[in-house]
T-cell receptor
Framework: GAVVSQHPSRVICKSGTSVKIECRSL??????MFWYRQFPKQSLMLMAT?????????EQGVEKDKFLINHASLTLSTLTVTSAHPEDSSFYIC???????????FGPGTRLTVL | QQQVKQSPQSLIVQKGGISIINCAYE??????FPWYQQFPGKGPALLIA?????SEKKEGRFTISFNKSAKQFSLHIMDSQPGDSATYFC????????????FGTGTRLQVTL
């Protein structure tokens, strides 16, 4: 399968700071990328969908000003958690798919801990 | 209508046995049904997927059975191994919803020696 990377894998920050998470498709062009959030022992919750060069589409209940998503190239999308608070602590996972394809390939995830 | 219901929530199978996980959906627009395997602290990995034009797909020890009329699909893991112990998620999507995946709630599989 195709390879998607995420960086960093783990981040600890103080409340009020902003954190940027990168998602890269390493061996294919990702026309669409997705960002998910996963709480312990729960399923994945879709936060937003981004198409290369377009504004992200956020799911209902997800604050777009809180979770800034940029998909500037066919291999890179970033999620910035602005003014992070302890309740933003979670496992964030991105996925990517190529144009005309159904398969979504997931990154390894980023564990965010806000103190 | 967007839900995908998955059962059981947890499953314990002896080594060498068959693990069976079931999913049901309501949205008839769904046309792609993948299964993902997730280990603790890792992202989900695409295991196997099926389109509704076939009733079964097999890849190694993993088989998807698909029943379009019943709107159900299942994952069978033959000769289950301890290394298969993980959480399995079924999902569904359609081209009409920008291929957004709707996930089941997950099944925690434990394969014992």
């Amino acid at each position: 399968g195709a390879v998607v990377s995420q960086h960093p894998s783990r981040v600890i920050c103080k409340s009020g700071t902003s954190v940027k998470i990168e998602c890269r498709s390493l061996d294919f062009q990702a026309t669409t990328m997705f960002w998910y959030r996963q709480f312990p022992k729960q399923s994945l919750m879709l936060m937003a969908t981004s198409n290369e060069g377009s504004k992200a589409t956020y799911e209902q209940g997800v604050e777009k000003d809180k979770f800034l998503i940029n998909h500037a190239s066919l291999t890179l999308s970033t999620l910035t958690v602005t003014s992070a608070h302890p309740e933003d602590s979670s496992f964030y996972i991105c996925s990517a798919k190529g144009q005309g394809r159904y398969e979504q390939f997931f990154g390894p995830g980023t564990r965010l801990t806000v103190l | 209508q967007q839900q995908v219901k998955q059962s059981p929530q947890s499953l314990i199978v002896q080594k060498g046995g068959i693990s069976i996980i079931n999913c049901a959906y309501e949205n008839t627009a769904f046309d792609y049904f993948p299964w993902y395997q997730q280990f603790p602290g890792k992202g989900p990995a695409l295991l196997i997927a099926i389109r509704p034009d076939v009733s079964e797909k097999k890849e190694g020890r993993f088989t998807i059975s698909f029943n379009k009329s019943a709107k159900q699909f299942s994952l069978h893991i033959m000769d289950s191994q301890p290394g298969d112990s993980a959480t399995y998620f079924c999902a569904a999507s359609s081209a009409g919803t920008a291929s957004k995946l709707t996930f089941g709630t997950g099944t925690r599989l434990q394969v014992t020696l």
